[in-house]
């Protein structure tokens, strides 16, 4: 009888996965106001002023990441090995469908505290990042309706869905960052893992595959058929962690792929150097027009998206008594547009201070942004043929060897981008 609460007769045809079936509990979340509104953020932010075809946002990356997710899951937890076996809900059980519920509900909820333009402006604007606003999203109005209906069902009375959504959709880290008061059992830090994993995560393999798609920089392509069907969940590597989410050894290679997808996307896209350009004057324009009270409160914040701010760069970029005209001007008829130069992290923060007194007329005239990303051990968990477990970075030379991806930028007016190379020798 609880097989029939996952009866998928509702589809929506996706470019990149294909159909994408859901249910009528998942079809009453994807058409609430919160979820719709992502038909209205883009999933690249301003990237479309430099490769035209990423316009596609965050409502079909959520459904993409519903369906990878749904996939992995069953991938999992078919293939159990013996020392993991009593720790994982049994294929059909009760345990099963519902964690397969609220993984598939806390995927489609994960991006829903997203900014206008997605991550332009977020740094700046939220110093919480849009997870919050996730977590407000879920506790809103907006979503009641949908765990009450869900609660009705006899396999999910007197359940906590709301707090499982939370805990799944956000991840332990962000749960600990924002101090809310849920804590994570050894199995559902898998099912967490499974949305949000550094390495595995449905929303990385989702993005890197649908932004490749967008751009038609086919660098960001991998198998990740192949990873998903290699994935496993496999025995903690201390005993504080029962159990991690790692690959089997014939999935290194498509493991590999991933992550110098990863590498290269970063390179052409995410950090390439027009990009960032546009991404400043957007952020910086973004930041002299929206208030207080959209960053505080929810209805403002979800009634504002990337249409609300295309409609005020227009008016903008026109009248030169509006505050964010400058910048405006410099997005919407790309003239003059600042230059975008990464910088080594052997130039400090105070040279460049040094620089701007010196040389710049305009305070407005050269900004900077520094990254605080590490590059990260990887510590993948691979199971080898005789079911003894190692890290990964053990048996790949590549892994080990892909370098960081993240620079520190300096945005500073044409007029002195010599100055600043000379100086800089870059």
Same mark, same amino acid.
């Given at each position: 009888?609880?097989? #029939?609460? *996952?009866? @998928?007769?509702?589809?929506?045809?996706?470019?990149?996965? +294909?159909?994408?079936? @859901?249910?009528?509990?998942?079809?009453?979340?994807?058409? &609430?106001?919160?979820?719709?509104?992502? !038909?209205?953020?883009?999933?690249?932010?301003?990237?479309?002023?430099?490769?035209?075809?990423?316009?596609?946002?965050? @409502?079909?990356?959520?459904?993409?990441?519903?369906?990878?997710?749904?996939?992995?899951?069953?991938?999992?937890?078919? &293939?159990?090995?013996?020392?993991?076996?009593?720790?994982?809900?049994?294929?059909?059980?009760?345990?099963?469908?519902?964690?397969?519920?609220?993984?598939?509900?806390?995927?489609?909820?994960?991006?829903?505290?997203?900014?206008? $333009?997605?991550?332009?402006?977020?740094?700046?604007?939220?110093?919480?990042? !849009?997870?919050?606003?996730? =977590?407000?999203?879920? #506790?809103?109005?907006?979503?009641?309706?949908?765990?009450?209906?869900?609660?009705? /069902?006899?396999?999910?009375?007197?359940?906590?869905?709301?707090?499982?959504?939370?805990?799944?959709?956000?991840?332990?880290?962000?749960?600990?960052?924002?101090?809310?008061?849920? %804590?994570?059992?050894?199995?559902?830090?898998?099912?967490?893992?499974?949305?949000?994993?550094?390495?595995?995560?449905?929303?990385?393999?989702?993005?890197?595959?649908?932004?490749?798609?967008? &751009?038609?920089?086919?660098?960001?392509?991998?198998?990740?058929?192949?990873?998903? #069907?290699?994935?496993?969940? =496999?025995?903690?590597?201390?005993?504080?962690?029962?159990?991690?989410?790692?690959?089997? #050894?014939? +999935?290194?290679?498509?493991?590999?792929?991933?992550?110098?997808?990863? !590498?290269?996307? !970063?390179?052409?896209?995410?950090?390439?150097?027009?990009?960032?350009?546009?991404?400043?004057?957007?952020?910086?324009?973004?930041?002299?027009? $929206?208030?207080?009270?959209? *960053?505080?409160?929810?209805?403002? $914040?979800?009634?504002?998206?990337?249409?609300?701010?295309?409609?005020?760069?227009?008016?903008?970029?026109?009248?030169?008594?509006?505050?964010?005209?400058?910048?405006?001007?410099?997005?919407?008829?790309?003239?003059?547009?600042?230059?975008?130069?990464?910088?080594?992290? %052997?130039?400090?923060?105070?040279?460049?201070?040094?620089?701007?007194?010196?040389?710049?007329?305009?305070?407005?005239?050269?900004?900077?942004? $520094?990254?605080?990303? %590490?590059?990260?051990?990887?510590?993948?968990?691979?199971?080898?043929?005789?079911?003894? /477990?190692?890290?990964?970075?053990?048996?790949?030379?590549?892994?080990?060897? /892909?370098?960081? &991806?993240?620079?520190?930028?300096?945005?500073?007016?044409?007029?002195?981008?010599?100055? @600043?190379?000379?100086?800089?020798?870059?």
């Amino acid at each position: 009888m609880s097989k #029939e609460y *996952l009866f @998928f007769n509702k589809k929506i045809y996706d470019s990149v996965h +294909g159909f994408i079936r @859901f249910d009528e509990i998942e079809r009453m979340l994807i058409d &609430t106001f919160a979820f719709q509104r992502l !038909h209205y953020i883009r999933q690249l932010g301003i990237t479309y002023m430099v490769y035209p075809g990423a316009t596609h946002t965050r @409502f079909e990356h959520s459904l993409g990441v519903m369906e990878l997710s749904s996939r992995i899951y069953e991938r999992i937890c078919k &293939t159990l090995r013996p020392d993991v076996f009593h720790l994982i809900p049994r294929e059909d059980s009760n345990d099963y469908i519902y964690w397969q519920k609220i993984l598939r509900l806390a995927a489609l909820c994960h991006d829903l505290g997203h900014l206008p $333009f997605s991550h332009v402006a977020e740094k700046s604007l939220l110093q919480e990042g !849009h997870e919050k606003w996730t =977590l407000k999203v879920i #506790e809103s109005p907006y979503l009641e309706k949908v765990f009450t209906e869900l609660n009705k /069902i006899p396999l999910f009375h007197k359940k906590e869905i709301k707090n499982d959504v939370i805990k799944i959709a956000l991840g332990e880290e962000i749960i600990k960052k924002l101090n809310i008061n849920l %804590k994570l059992s050894s199995w559902e830090k898998i099912v967490s893992q499974i949305i949000t994993g550094d390495f595995f995560g449905a929303d990385r393999i989702d993005y890197l595959l649908r932004d490749s798609k967008s &751009t038609g920089i086919v660098y960001g392509l991998f198998d990740y058929m192949q990873l998903i #069907e290699m994935l496993r969940i =496999l025995p903690g590597f201390n005993k504080e962690e029962e159990l991690q989410l790692g690959i089997d #050894e014939n +999935g290194l290679e498509s493991c590999e792929a991933l992550l110098l997808a990863r !590498h290269f996307m !970063h390179k052409r896209v995410y950090q390439y150097a027009s990009v960032k350009s546009f991404n400043f004057h957007l952020r910086r324009f973004m930041q002299t027009i $929206f208030s207080i009270k959209l *960053l505080q409160e929810l209805e403002p $914040f979800l009634a504002t998206n990337d249409f609300n701010v295309i409609a005020e760069l227009q008016l903008a970029a026109k009248d030169k008594s509006h505050k964010g005209h400058e910048d405006a001007k410099k997005i919407v008829f790309r003239s003059d547009h600042f230059k975008a130069i990464a910088l080594s992290n %052997k130039i400090s923060k105070e040279e460049l201070v040094a620089f701007k007194k010196k040389h710049c007329k305009n305070e407005n005239d050269m900004d900077w942004e $520094f990254s605080s990303f %590490k590059k990260q051990e990887l510590n993948v968990a691979l199971s080898r043929r005789n079911r003894s /477990i190692i890290r990964a970075s053990e048996s790949s030379v590549l892994l080990s060897s /892909i370098p960081a &991806t993240y620079n520190n930028w300096v945005y500073l007016a044409r007029a002195y981008e010599p100055l @600043f190379l000379a100086e800089f020798k870059i």
